[in-house]
């Protein structure tokens, strides 16, 4: 069964910098564009960036655009977010989902925790 595995959330002061991973297994891994969609406490779902299967096209919300960087090592089947320079805004949950782009987004890992706090 399709499962996606994220790591590497947690406390962080503003400007410094957290790299996030996601683990998948079950399917295909290198067929699939991959996203990051956070949310933030008290809001709704936030797209935050996405790589397509080959992994040669990125594209990021203009929020994060410069600062964050999304990768993918097929031959490890794993999906990572760079973040750098992170502000307090940053905050929230940060969850790694199968699909973006045209595709839709059908499965979803179960989250991990970014605060971006002084």
């Known amino acids: 069964q399709v499962q996606l595995v994220e790591s590497g959330g947690g406390l962080v002061q503003p400007g410094g910098s957290l790299r996030l991973s996601c683990a998948a297994s079950?399917?295909?891994?290198?067929?699939?564009?991959m996203s990051w969609v956070r949310q933030a406490p008290g809001k709704g779902l936030e797209w935050v960036s996405d790589?397509?299967?080959?992994?040669?096209?990125?594209y990021y919300a203009d929020s994060v655009k410069g600062r964050f960087t999304i990768s993918r090592d097929n031959a490890q089947n794993t999906l990572h977010l760079q973040m750098n320079r992170l502000k307090p805004e940053d905050t929230a949950v940060y969850y790694c989902?199968?699909?973006?782009?045209?595709?839709?987004?059908?499965?979803w890992g179960q989250g991990t925790q970014v605060t971006v706090s002084s």
């Open positions: 989902a199968r699909g973006g782009g045209t595709d839709e987004f059908d499965y």
């Open positions: 790589i397509n299967g080959g992994g040669g096209s990125t």
């Open positions: 079950g399917f295909t891994f290198n067929v699939y564009t």
